[in-house]
T-cell receptor, first 115, second 113 residues
């Protein structure tokens, strides 16, 4: 079955360390997104990418970096510059020309805890 | 994108219809209404969307008022598995480009026995 895979589901890191969250999709979607969710809050957009080798900052990009070397993959690095990295991270994808019909597909998320 | 307003929480008895309201009084003519839901600690799931006509699919119905300033998501026979946070989102459906969804805090629906 096609879908989005995020790994790992739970991740623990020491303060000051960079950490990379994986997001892979086999839906042949062009666009991919990273969101952050804090307890009791909505989702906030970190970065998004429309095509390979292109990505744009979202609303809260500071302290994060991404790459889009392959259509299927959109990894997110949480750097030591991110002041409050503990959160639930969600990856999503969409096929822009069909987005209004099929919506957006989300992964199951990675819960990052920095100690 | 137009801002939406949803009640923070609602209860519904299992087997009854759940009607979730959303106000979007500043919606523009080319903006769609989307609904997603998020079950605890999972990624959001697309439910339905519409522009001005009422829409129905296997999951739910979407009723949009004639002036498009509000809408209601209807789960016709709610089950315990429908307990989730429901997000109403209004945005332009842009074809050919990545589209950014803005999620508010949604409505937490609790379905009870």
């Amino acid at each position: 079955d096609g879908g989005i895979t995020q790994s790992p589901k739970y991740l623990f890191r020491k303060e000051g360390q960079n950490v990379t969250l994986s997001c892979e999709q086999n839906l042949n979607h062009d666009a991919m997104y990273w969101y952050r969710q804090d307890p009791g809050q909505g989702l906030r957009l970190i970065y998004y990418s429309q095509i390979v080798n292109d990505f744009q900052k979202g609303d809260i990009a500071e302290g994060y970096s991404v790459s889009r070397e392959k259509k299927e993959s959109f990894p997110l690095t949480v750097t030591s510059a991110q002041k409050n990295p503990t959160a639930f991270y969600l990856c999503a994808s969409s096929k822009p020309r069909r987005a209004e019909t099929y919506g957006y597909t989300f992964g199951s998320g990675t819960r990052l805890t920095v100690v | 994108d137009a801002k939406t307003t949803q009640p923070p929480s609602m209860d519904c008895a299992e087997g009854r219809a759940a009607n979730l309201p959303c106000n979007h009084s500043t919606i523009s003519g080319n903006e769609y209404v989307y609904w997603y839901r998020q079950i605890h600690s999972q990624g959001p799931q697309y439910i339905i969307h519409g522009l001005k006509n009422n829409e129905t699919n296997e999951m739910a119905s979407l009723i949009i008022t004639e002036d498009r300033k509000s809408s209601t998501l209807i789960l016709p026979h709610a089950t315990l598995r429908d307990t989730a946070v429901y997000y109403c989102i209004v945005r332009v459906a842009e074809t050919g480009t990545a589209s950014k969804l803005t999620f508010g805090t949604g409505t937490r629906l609790q379905v009870t026995l």
